[in-house]
């Protein structure tokens, strides 16, 4: 069952998006993304397309992961496939990386938009989004693209009972994020070392960890996971595990004490 603030504010959520006649949502599998297209696809139907966007910043898992959610709720969905680090605005590793590749993204959206005849393209942010530092909201109000779950006030604790009481089996995953966001700014982007980090990444996840982060600064790796999961990574990082890093080409391997921190480079 779910709690009378959490009802009213999906209530709430609903209503906004009926409001929009059509949209395209950006659609990347995560938590967030996937409330926003069950919402959206719940109250529009026919006229909602998912667009998921394939780049190097975009782990192959958790693009197999969005087709078979977007599959899952049965909406339309569209692939498109965006060569990110062509634009060496992005691949510099910017402050405003984020800000830049967001606006390319959305830009393709609206594009996209405008073909199929969709009135509004929206996205997955939260309303506990809208308190941390992320450069890639001044793009949204810029192109008009619109979050309804912060509009909406739903915080990540609502959206995963949410995800819950319908029925989707990630709703207790980790959170998702960029791949760029593993590196220090003005650190050059490449697919080699974004490819390492999500394998090694992936390492930690197959031992039953949900929320992981691997960072790389120069060829460190500094692994967050949740703080109270410390202890069980510090068992079960034998020499095997410390190989297969070193053949993703890290030299050195740490983990952070301090725990799984979003935006962690962001402090640096």
Known sequence: MLDKKTE?????????????????????????????LKAAYDVLDKNVLAVIIASAFFPNSELDLAIKTARQIGCRYKVI??????????????????YICKKQI???????????KLKHVIEGSNFDDLSE????????????????????KLTKPEIRQLLRYFGFKQWDSGSSSCLATRFPYQTSLNNI????????????????????????????????????????????????????????????????????????????
């Open 133 to 152: 530092h992320r450069p890639g909201k001044q793009a949204l109000r810029e192109l008009g693209v619109s979050s309804p779950l912060a509009e909406s």
């Open 81 to 98: 496939k965006l060569d990110v680090l062509k634009n060496s605005k992005i691949s510099k590793n910017p402050k405003n990386r984020c």
């Open 193 to 268: 070392d974004l490819e390492a980090v999500a394998c090694a990444e992936n390492l930690i996840k197959s031992l039953g960890f949900k929320q992981v982060r691997v960072r790389m600064d120069e060829r460190i790796a500094r692994i967050e996971v949740s703080k109270n999961k410390i202890k069980a990574l510090f068992k079960v990082f034998d020499k095997k595990l410390i190989d297969k890093f070193k053949k993703l080409g890290f030299n050195h391997i740490c983990i952070d004490l301090e725990g799984y921190c979003s935006g962690s480079m962001d402090e640096l």
């Open 8 to 36: 009213n504010k999906l209530k709430l959520l609903k209503n906004q998006l009926l409001s929009l006649k059509s949209v395209v949502v950006a659609f990347s599998g995560g938590i967030d993304s996937t409330l926003l």
């Open 106 to 116: 959305m830009q393709q959206l609206l594009k996209i938009a405008k073909t199929n």
